[in-house]
T-cell receptor, first 114, second 115 residues
Framework: EPEVTQTPSHQVTQMGQEVILRCVPISNHLYFYWYRQILGQKVEFLVSFYNNEISEKSEIFDDQFSVERPDGSNFTLKIRSTKLEDSAMYFC????????????FGPGTRLTVT | AQTVTQSQPEMSVQEAETVTLSCTYDTSENNYYLFWYKQPPSRQMILVIRQEAYKQQNATENRFSVNFQKAAKSFSLKISDSQLGDTAMYFCAFMKTPGTYKYIFGTGTRLKVLA
């Protein structure tokens, strides 16, 4: 069965550094999402992406964040200058078409900012 | 803004018994979907069950069923004949439609099935 994959599984970075989290959504899916979960807290929506543009972003998704679908298969989340509070589990998700189709989640990337 | 509340941080159940996980939500929307996702330890979230708000009939998937009370804004998950493999974190999620189809999650309930 097709799966959403994410790399790396764990990333450690120093405060102020740039990180890129990578996701490969399921191949025929059209809607893409990033969520994050700070340890012990709820999973929070960051951004949704459709037709090569952001369709919605949360207030968390400030100018330090960007997303890209560089080659038709990967979907990336970039954090330009990481802060300690960016430490979290980041989940990528994709869905086939309109909203009635459920989202399929990747296993997550644990980002640790030191 | 929509909110989702899961009031049970942790629960346990004996193997083969039945357990019910609670979820309440707050919204002024009339059209939406509700989901339960399961996240086993160190693995990705997978969909357990989905409910469309316009459907009065409660969704069922094998041993999993929901009690959807639209007026009360309640969406509980019942797991019958619990199995050790049901041990996981369970998240309730809300999605309005139409829209950008983002999920609003609850804080999760950690379920442990005891042998």
């Amino acid at each position: 069965e097709p799966e959403v994959t994410q790399t790396p599984s764990h990333q450690v970075t120093q405060m102020g550094q740039e990180v890129i989290l990578r996701c490969v959504p399921i191949s025929n899916h059209l809607y893409f999402y990033w969520y994050r979960q700070i340890l012990g807290q709820k999973v929070e929506f960051l951004v949704s992406f459709y037709n090569n543009e952001i369709s919605e972003k949360s207030e968390i998704f400030d100018d330090q964040f960007s997303v890209e679908r560089p080659d038709g298969s990967n979907f990336t989340l970039k954090i330009r200058s990481t802060k300690l509070e960016d430490s979290a589990m980041y989940f990528c998700a994709s869905s086939e078409a309109s909203g009635r189709n459920e989202q399929y989640f990747g296993p997550g990337t644990r980002l640790t900012v030191t | 803004a929509q909110t989702v509340t899961q009031s049970q941080p942790e629960m346990s159940v004996q193997e083969a018994e039945t357990v019910t996980l609670s979820c309440t939500y707050d919204t002024s929307e009339n059209n939406y979907y509700l989901f339960w996702y399961k996240q086993p330890p160190s693995r990705q979230m997978i969909l357990v069950i989905r409910q469309e708000a316009y459907k009065q009939q409660n969704a069922t998937e094998n041993r999993f069923s929901v009690n959807f009370q639209k007026a009360a804004k309640s969406f509980s998950l019942k797991i019958s004949d619990s199995q050790l493999g049901d041990t996981a974190m369970y998240f309730c999620a809300f999605m309005k439609t139409p829209g950008t189809y983002k999920y609003i999650f609850g804080t999760g309930t950690r379920l442990k099935v005891l042998a």
